[in-house]
């Protein structure tokens, strides 16, 4: 009997460490289809509408918050939906795709208590922006299409009533940006050759558009809104004759900064949030490792320091608001948490939640994601993240290195469903904010321009270097993979640095600049030459554009390649990916190849998303696992 009991015993201690210690979450957990999401509020602050996952498919719904009855408005057996909003206290838009590669589209206009339905457009190739979603006029929305020419877009008045569409201002040729003011009227035009932009102004509708100041694309210019108490104000987040972006008000009609509404020199901002109820400007939001907010009078702060007591140590976007500031939808999330969504009354300070975005996730069970920085060999300052697996000494570990996508983007902390699926397999996750990130200042974006297959990869590899050093990585056990531009800086990672990185990885991942850019979509082809200054161009440099492309140098892979693409995706040459594969099979590399799809569909998607994951899973186990 003692025997009996000392075994049990052992084996309940087994299970303690054992089982809570490497609490292997399934993949689904990871990556599941939220239930529900893209909450909307009403104008008038009663009713809330979302979308559920019903009968395999995201449908609308509306909930009056009053009585908490929900009513289901479409019951989709086709096409998803892509987007939804009121456009009055009784009506809402919803625009639904199909799967295709042309994203084939409609557009309803549906009571909220689902009474009556009008179809406003039917199986469109052409996109469709929506600029302003308020009715003017009881009957007109005001949106942006390229249905008239495919590579631009005009702006329209949408009449919800009967579907027509009238054209309020023709394209050009060069606007790629458009903005009204608060009362719907057309007053902001942004034009571009790819390098430079002219913000473009005119008073009301009977004038012509008039240029007002011109920046290189590295100079941040973003409206945000328009003052209502000062005429031909603009404010705008600015790096106008500054490194690091400001909150500022524009004079439109001399082009200069009349004022700073917040600057700092050390702090960048990248968001800002206006109130068209309370008629100015809230607080800007600047991002070093973290997001955080500054306030800019004493009364706001007290009133959305409210909300900070409610939600202590997490961060929290407002994704919509009522009319009058009373009713809000809060969308949170931390490191360790993929959030909730929560509905937040200012009359009574009350916090309801609606629901958690992934419910399978226990932030318990995830692992902290910690700001790093260290110095690249040219003694540049680099920052990024380290994530280390839970219950783990952080020594001599296996290491997953994940550059973020691009080339005009960032890692930021948050909730990262890739990063928490590695490192609950055991993996220490390495994201570097390599030379190019954006959100470290326009030199330290401009200093990566062009050095993708150079000091892009320098940086990245010296993060893993810093990683050895301080003996947290087992050199013999580092893979890298990414996504997008982080696939491609991992493929040349790769074949580059035999003696660093066992396996690697691309999802979906750039494998030749040329056909990259020759996918770019008609109507970002305005973007093109930027592109060209970030990237490179593929006319006039073409040997480095060769020299940067992984698919010309499949005789110099080695280690073992995870590859994944998209059959659908219109920005991948699916072709080109096989043959590059044949060619790394013919030299006897060990290739891994996934073929999945991210459309619109829900369901589709996460079945992908499983099979994605799984097939990683396996792949690095085979190549880090073993002894």
Not at 88 to 100: H, K, R, V
Not at 156 to 176: D, H, S, W
Not at 388 to 415: C, D, E, I, Q
């Amino acid at each position: 009997m003692l025997k009996r009991v000392s075994l049990l015993l052992m084996v309940v201690l087994i299970w303690a460490c054992n089982g809570s210690n490497n609490n292997t979450i399934p993949v689904d957990d990871f990556f599941k289809t939220q239930d529900k999401a893209y909450y909307r509020i009403s104008p008038d602050g009663k009713s809330l509408s979302y979308l559920k996952l019903q009968d395999k498919k995201l449908n609308l719904f509306v909930e009056d918050l009053a009585t908490g009855n929900s009513f289901q408005l479409t019951h989709l057996n086709g096409k998803n939906i892509s987007f939804q909003f009121w456009t009055s206290n009784n009506e809402l838009i919803y625009y639904t795709e199909d799967g295709s590669k042309e994203r084939r589209s409609d557009i309803f206009v549906i009571n909220k208590d689902g009474s009556k339905q009008v179809q406003l457009s039917a199986n469109e190739k052409s996109r469709l922006r929506v600029i302003e979603d308020q009715l003017i006029d009881d009957k007109y929305i005001v949106v942006a299409s390229n249905k008239r020419d495919s590579t631009l877009f005009d702006v329209y008045r949408l009449n919800v009533r009967n579907g027509a569409m009238e054209i309020a201002a023709k394209n050009p040729g060069n606007v790629t940006k458009w903005m009204t003011d608060s009362k719907g009227v057309l007053k902001i035009a942004v034009a571009s050759d790819g390098v430079n932009e002219t913000l473009m102004y005119r008073e009301n509708e009977n004038q012509a558009f008039a240029p007002v100041i011109t920046n290189n694309f590295e100079t941040t210019l973003q409206p945000i809104a328009f003052s209502e108490s000062e005429p031909n104000v603009l404010y705008a987040i600015s790096g106008i004759n500054r490194d690091k972006n400001a909150l500022v008000a524009l004079d439109l009609k001399t082009g200069k900064e009349k004022k700073a509404l917040f600057a700092n020199d050390t702090l960048n901002v990248v968001d800002a949030t206006y109130s068209r109820f309370r008629k100015k400007m809230l607080f800007a939001t600047c991002e070093t490792w973290k997001r955080e907010k500054y306030y800019l009078d004493d009364s706001t702060k007290t009133a959305y320091s409210r909300i900070d007591q409610f939600l202590p140590g997490t961060e929290w976007v407002i994704m919509d608001k009522d009319k009058t500031d009373k009713v809000f939808v809060i969308r949170t999330f931390t490191d360790k948490n993929p959030g909730s969504y929560y509905l937040y009354t200012a009359g009574d300070n009350r916090l309801k939640k609606l629901t958690d975005v992934s419910p399978s996730i226990k932030p318990e069970d995830m692992c902290a994601m910690k700001p790093i920085s260290f110095k690249s060999r040219d003694s540049l300052t680099i920052n990024g993240y380290l994530t280390l697996p839970k219950n783990k000494k952080a020594v001599n570990l296996p290491v997953v290195v994940f550059p973020h996508n691009g080339p005009k983007s960032r890692n930021s902390w948050g909730y990262n469903a890739e990063v928490q699926f590695l490192a609950n397999r055991g993996y220490a996750v390495l994201q570097v904010n390599y030379r190019g990130s954006t959100g470290y200042g326009k030199s330290f974006y401009a200093a990566g321009f062009k050095q993708w297959s150079d000091k892009i990869q320098e940086d990245v590899n010296d993060g893993v270097k810093w990683l050895i050093a301080k003996k947290i990585a087992n050199p013999k056990k580092i893979a890298i993979y990414g996504n997008g531009f982080g696939g491609y800086i991992a493929l040349n990672c790769l074949y580059k640095n035999p003696d660093l990185y066992k396996c690697g990885g691309s999802n979906s991942g750039v494998i030749n600049l040329f056909s990259y850019l020759k996918t770019f979509p008609p109507f970002l082809k305005a973007k093109l030459q930027m592109y060209y200054e970030i990237v490179g161009n593929p006319i006039t440099e073409t040997d480095y554009m060769r020299f940067a492309s992984p698919v010309f140098h499949a005789d110099r892979f080695k280690a073992p390649i995870f590859i994944a693409q998209n059959p659908k995706d219109p920005s991948v040459n699916v072709a080109e990916g096989v043959q590059f594969i044949k060619e790394l099979k013919k030299r006897n590399v060990q290739v891994t190849y996934i073929e999945k799809e991210e459309g619109p569909d829900p369901v589709v998607r996460q079945q992908s998303r499983t099979a994605l994951y799984k097939a990683l899973e396996e792949f690095l186990q085979d190549n880090l696992g073993k002894k």
